[in-house]
């Protein structure tokens, strides 16, 4: 394992003083999973005062970001590096945060109180790689499994529930059987659990490529945090247009949507209103009328609750209301839908379209593929050639509809007029054209 020179320094000079040190976690499993090893944590025999001291003696700046947990942060180079005495949990009262934590001098003690073996593994250039609990054989086994009791691992932090399903998903590791009992035993747990954290852990499983099978057979645990989305877990669609129930549908759409938080956040939560709208006809065919709205509503308060950025908000319940709204082909529409939504939106809805068209049925949706490919080219088009599809592309503007006369709402309803008129091919973006056209309409 190849550490960086900073790494490698801290761990030296560390080691310089008679203690033990070692790159731990993350890191290490990342590098045996052939990922590399960015973001090093590094682990230590020394006590927080201990680790100050060394830094200071060796001229390496420091922040005291955690010394009741024994954590120091070195600052080298622009990096950070977070350096912990080995350490024992107190009981965990809340389901969150040990009420207490014991400094020890021994690194498989350190180890033991990690959440999954796969995580319980340490290295240094002197000794290798330290494996206390089987961490290299599950990692080739591509198992994710508790260190020791997993009932208790979980009870500790409910955090490491969420954890283990987002590594299913990231790293396409089946959960070992003891470990995911646990894991529905005690999925409430997750109630107790800060909605910020909640939601790091959703983000990265929704981008990871297992995500299809983590969301299908964990969906009662996702339900704890998003209960809303329980609602569809069994809900048919009999239709020609589909092969799945609306989960598995929502499942599927996710997985084919690009990775990216809000793309598949969007296709996570655009069906929720099926639970609400469904009706069968004469044929025994389901229809969905409506859905999209309130879907919207629902997806809104998740989002909410969740508390995420205005632009993760913003571009999901902008694509919700209208997922299931036809595009077309038609150079003039999607300039009409360029004037509407504007190219960021637009090159989002079809995104969105073509994920929920790869989660339906693929016999009867092939034409619709096909056609979203010419959306996309011509949208690519238009922009490339710079024609015009909003108002501020107009070769006139408002100072000049005010100088033929127009004034107040009639300035933007002549505008509009303009752009529908330039749009459909009737008159030239050019000024002098333009002018004239005003004036004989």
Same mark, same amino acid.
């Given at each position: 394992?190849?550490?960086?020179?900073?790494?490698?320094?801290?761990?030296?000079?560390?080691?310089?003083?008679?203690?033990?040190?070692?790159?731990?976690?993350?890191?290490?499993?990342?590098?045996?999973?052939?990922?590399?090893?960015?973001?090093?944590?590094?682990?230590?025999?020394?006590?927080?005062?201990?680790?100050?001291?060394?830094?200071?003696?060796?001229?390496?700046?420091?922040?005291?970001?955690?010394?009741k947990h024994g954590t120091?942060?070195?600052?080298?180079?622009?990096?950070?590096?977070?350096?912990?005495?080995?350490?024992?949990?107190?009981?965990?009262?809340?389901?969150?945060?040990?009420?207490?934590?014991?400094?020890?001098?021994?690194?498989?003690?350190?180890?033991?109180?990690?959440?999954?073996?796969?995580?319980?593994?340490?290295?240094?250039?002197?000794?290798?790689?330290?494996?206390?609990?089987?961490?290299?054989?599950?990692?080739?086994?591509?198992?994710?499994?508790?260190?020791?009791?997993?009932?208790?691992?979980?009870?500790?932090?409910?955090?490491?529930?969420?954890?283990?399903?987002?590594?299913?998903?990231?790293?396409?590791?089946?959960?070992?059987?003891?470990?995911?009992?646990?894991?529905?035993?005690?999925?409430?747990?997750?109630?107790?659990?800060?909605?910020?954290?909640?939601?790091?852990?959703?983000?990265?499983?929704?981008?990871?490529?297992?995500?299809?099978?983590?969301?299908?057979?964990?969906?009662?645990?996702?339900?704890?945090?998003?209960?809303?989305?329980?609602?569809?877990?069994?809900?048919?669609?009999?239709?020609?247009?589909?092969?799945?129930?609306?989960?598995?549908?929502?499942?599927?759409?996710?997985?084919?949507?690009?990775?990216?938080?809000?793309?598949?956040?969007?296709?996570?939560?655009?069906?929720?209103?099926?639970?609400?709208?469904?009706?069968?006809?004469?044929?025994?065919?389901?229809?969905?009328?409506?859905?999209?709205?309130?879907?919207?509503?629902?997806?809104?308060?998740?989002?909410?609750?969740?508390?995420v950025s205005n632009e993760?908000?913003?571009?999901?319940?902008?694509?919700?209301?209208?997922?299931?709204?036809?595009? !077309?082909?038609?150079? $003039?529409? +999607?300039?009409?839908? *360029?004037?509407?939504?504007?190219? =960021?939106?637009?090159?989002?809805? %079809? @995104?969105?379209?073509?994920?929920?068209?790869?989660?339906?049925?693929?016999?009867?949706?092939?034409?619709?593929?096909?056609?979203?490919?010419?959306?996309?080219?011509?949208?690519?088009?238009?922009?490339?050639?710079?024609?015009?599809?909003?108002?501020?592309?107009?070769?006139?503007?408002?100072?000049?509809?005010?100088?033929? !006369?127009?004034?107040? $709402?009639? +300035?933007?309803?002549? *505008?509009?007029?303009?752009?529908? =008129?330039?749009?459909?091919?009737? %008159? @030239?973006?050019?000024?002098?054209?333009?002018?004239?056209?005003?004036?004989?309409?």
């Amino acid at each position: 394992m190849t550490l960086s020179n900073n790494a490698k320094k801290l761990i030296s000079v560390i080691e310089q003083q008679g203690y033990e040190a070692y790159a731990v976690g993350g890191c290490v499993r990342d590098y045996l999973l052939g990922r590399g090893c960015d973001d090093v944590d590094i682990a230590t025999s020394a006590t927080p005062f201990e680790i100050e001291q060394i830094l200071t003696d060796n001229h390496i700046r420091f922040i005291e970001t955690g010394l009741k947990h024994g954590t120091v942060t070195a600052l080298l180079d622009y990096e950070s590096y977070e350096i912990t005495t080995y350490r024992t949990d107190g009981s965990y009262l809340d389901s969150r945060h040990p009420e207490n934590v014991s400094f020890v001098t021994n690194l498989r003690e350190d180890l033991s109180r990690r959440d999954f073996t796969i995580n319980a593994l340490a290295y240094n250039d002197s000794r290798g790689i330290v494996d206390a609990f089987g961490g290299q054989q599950d990692i080739e086994d591509k198992l994710i499994r508790a260190v020791g009791d997993p009932d208790a691992r979980f009870k500790e932090d409910a955090l490491r529930i969420m954890r283990a399903i987002r590594f299913s998903s990231v790293l396409s590791f089946e959960i070992e059987s003891k470990t995911k009992k646990a894991l529905f035993d005690n999925k409430e747990l997750l109630k107790n659990v800060s909605v910020e954290r909640l939601f790091a852990e959703l983000s990265k499983l929704l981008l990871g490529d297992n995500v299809f099978n983590t969301l299908v057979e964990y969906r009662d645990i996702i339900a704890v945090i998003i209960p809303e989305l329980q609602a569809i877990f069994n809900v048919p669609q009999n239709t020609n247009w589909h092969i799945y129930n609306v989960w598995e549908h929502t499942c599927k759409s996710v997985e084919s949507a690009p990775k990216d938080l809000s793309l598949r956040l969007t296709m996570l939560l655009h069906d929720i209103g099926k639970a609400y709208t469904r009706t069968t006809d004469a044929l025994g065919v389901d229809h969905f009328r409506g859905h999209q709205q309130i879907s919207a509503y629902y997806a809104e308060s998740v989002l909410k609750r969740f508390k995420v950025s205005n632009e993760i908000y913003n571009r999901v319940m902008s694509l919700v209301p209208i997922h299931d709204m036809h595009i !077309g082909t038609d150079e $003039k529409k +999607i300039k009409r839908w *360029l004037s509407r939504v504007g190219e =960021a939106q637009l090159r989002d809805l %079809v @995104e969105v379209k073509r994920a929920d068209k790869l989660a339906q049925n693929p016999e009867m949706t092939q034409t619709e593929l096909e056609k979203l490919n010419i959306t996309e080219s011509r949208i690519n088009t238009i922009i490339a050639q710079g024609e015009p599809f909003s108002v501020k592309d107009l070769a006139v503007n408002g100072n000049d509809i005010i100088a033929l !006369g127009y004034k107040g $709402k009639e +300035i933007g309803e002549c *505008l509009n007029i303009i752009l529908n =008129a330039v749009i459909d091919g009737k %008159v @030239e973006n050019d000024k002098l054209k333009l002018i004239e056209f005003i004036k004989n309409n």
